[in-house]
């Protein structure tokens, strides 16, 4: 499975945005997906998740901001983000975790959110 993500770019302070990621190669409708982010200097956090019935999970740093949504017939996973701060800068990835835990990892998009 290729998992690959567009959206983000430079963004201000209040503003929204949409990631989305595509899972090319095999449906991932029965696997658990979400988004990480990397800020420069910190660990790869989890941001949110989504499970193949739908329950979602999010970091405290984005709730109530983000939401995670998925697409199963066009093998699509979204990040809605809305109110950004700086502090969300950093390089998004989208995942698929399938029934072995196996992750399979998009290359990442950058959001770059100032004040």
């Known amino acids: 499975v290729r998992m690959v993500e567009s959206g983000g770019g430079p963004l201000q302070a209040g503003d929204s945005a949409r990631l989305s990621c595509v899972a090319i190669?095999?449906?991932?409708?029965?696997?658990?997906i979400g988004w990480f982010r990397q800020a420069p200097g910190k660990q790869r956090e989890l941001v949110a998740s989504?499970?193949?019935?739908?329950?979602?999970n999010y970091a405290d740093s984005v709730k109530g901001r983000f939401t995670i949504s998925r697409n199963n017939a066009d093998n699509t996973l979204y990040l809605q983000m809305n109110s950004l701060k700086p502090e969300d800068t950093a390089v998004y990835y989208c995942?698929?975790?399938?029934?072995?835990?196996?992750?399979?990892w998009g290359q990442g998009t950058q959001v770059t959110v100032s004040s």
């Open positions: 190669g095999r449906s991932v409708s029965n696997y658990a």
């Open positions: 989504i499970t193949p019935i739908g329950t979602t």
């Open positions: 995942y698929a975790r399938n029934r072995e835990n196996f992750l399979f």
